[in-house]
């Protein structure tokens, strides 16, 4: 089982948090990065979990129409910025090993999360994702001794600076800092 922990894209500023939707740059930095996905195959899940804002719902939904408008898209509780990762890693327990599965969520969350997964460490933040940036993480048999849980290892780490034309991508936005 691999998966791919997504932080969703650049949003516009908001009085309400919940409901920032994802700013022009985020939706097209968002395809770019479905594109090369697409194109590659490296990002394949049978479901793509989101958290209930609504920045992560737009990341996961344009990734979904993308990639494969047959992933399941399922908004999910346990993926907001503080919630504490071990809700979603006693969720991975019952998910079918045979499928791979996407979050798509926040900072510091889906650090700390990665941090529990890999390391066991649960209040440490060892990774930082970007916006749009990906980690998959591949299931091991190994079990975490104190937690029961299974330890996961790293399989690549993506930010979209590394799509080819990333610079144009993101000319429109130049001088605003990323959210």
Do not use: C
């Not at 990734?63 to 809700?87: N, R």
């Not at 079918?96 to 969350?109: K, R, Y």
Request: hydrophobic share 40%; charged share 25%; no cysteine.
């Amino acid at each position: 089982m691999r998966l791919f922990l997504i932080r969703h894209a650049h949003a516009l500023d908001h009085s309400d948090d919940a409901k920032r939707p994802l700013s022009e740059r985020g939706q097209r930095i968002t395809r770019e990065v479905a594109w090369f996905f697409k194109a590659n195959g490296r990002l394949q899940p049978a479901q793509m979990w989101h958290s209930p804002l609504q920045r992560a719902f737009e990341t996961a939904a344009d990734l979904v129409s993308q990639l494969d408008p047959e992933i399941a898209l399922v908004e999910t509780d346990g993926l907001l910025p503080f919630d504490d990762p071990a809700i979603i890693a006693e969720r991975f327990r019952l998910y079918p090993t045979s499928h791979d599965l996407a979050l798509v969520g926040h900072q510091p969350h889906l650090g700390r999360l990665a941090s529990l997964l890999t390391t066991g460490w649960p209040n440490q933040e060892l990774v930082h994702l970007k916006k749009n940036a990906i980690i998959a993480l591949r299931r091991s048999d190994e079990i975490f001794a104190d937690t029961g849980l299974p330890r996961w290892r790293t399989a690549w780490h993506y930010t979209p600076e590394f799509l080819p034309d990333f610079d144009a991508i993101t000319q429109a936005g130049a001088g605003s800092a990323l959210r």
